[in-house]
């Protein structure tokens, strides 16, 4: 089984900068793509940013400029880094991860959420 573990979330100024962390592990082959998507309240969840292995990266244009995602291969983990944060990126963020097990198989995995508020 694929299981996400995240961290970094909490309570920030606007402005400020947040970076949050996400580690796969499991019986994993394969790392195809891994992100973040986030849910504020009364919202739908919705696509933050997310890392194509050999491929596009891609962020909502809410975030472009300020969040940057990166990964690093090795340790399984993908991060994201929140500068210039604003009260709307309040939300509970989700990693996501999505790839090839050791019997082949597909998966897709979420994290628990962590929350980032943004608050003065």
């Known amino acids: 089984q694929v299981q996400l573990v995240e961290s970094g979330g909490g309570l920030v100024q606007p402005g400020g900068s947040l970076r949050l962390s996400c580690a796969a592990s499991?019986?994993?082959?394969?790392?195809?793509?891994m992100g973040w998507y986030r849910q504020a309240p009364g919202k739908q969840r919705e696509l933050v940013a997310i890392?194509?292995?050999?491929?596009?990266?891609d962020y909502a244009d809410s975030v472009k400029g300020r969040f940057t995602i990166s990964r690093d291969n090795a340790k399984k983990t993908v991060y994201l880094q929140m500068n210039s944060l604003k009260p709307e990126d309040t939300a509970v963020y989700y990693c996501y991860a999505g790839g090839l097990t050791e019997s082949r198989s597909r998966f897709a995995s979420w994290g628990q959420g962590t929350q980032v508020a943004v608050s003065s």
């Open positions: 499991g019986s994993i082959i394969s790392i195809n793509a």
């Open positions: 890392k194509i292995s050999g491929g596009s990266t």
